[in-house]
């Protein structure tokens, strides 16, 4: 069976609930949540990068590992936040019924 990202979503919040007192030593995504939102946040910004300077610049296999760190660091921050992946799936799947033009028209300008 393929690893998905309900599985990672998984393995992460099963790391997010490992004991204070061993988890951050065994565990690199307790490290980061003890790190807190802002540390979390900062680290996937740098993997958003790293995935953009590989899209132009590197090989098709170093794209998918630099897009596998972009995605784990995008679950870790969801979790921080308390976000659940199937509820970016409705935001996405409420998408659906228009073009990505219009969906982005239709978004509050900030």
Known sequence: MPFT???LEQRVKER??????????????RKLL??????CAKKLGEEAIETVLAAV???????????ADLVYHL???LQARG????E???????????????EKASRKQV
């Open 5 to 7: 990202l309900h599985d």
């Open 75 to 77: 679950v870790v921050v």
């Open 83 to 86: 976000v659940a992946l199937a």
């Open 34 to 39: 003890d790190r807190g939102i802002a540390h």
């Open 57 to 67: 610049g590197e090989d098709r296999e170093r794209l998918i590992a630099e897009a």
């Open 16 to 29: 997010a609930s490992a004991s204070a007192s061993a988890g951050a030593e065994v565990s690199y995504t």
């Open 88 to 102: 970016v799936e409705a935001a996405l799947a409420a998408r659906t019924g228009q073009s990505g033009l219009e």
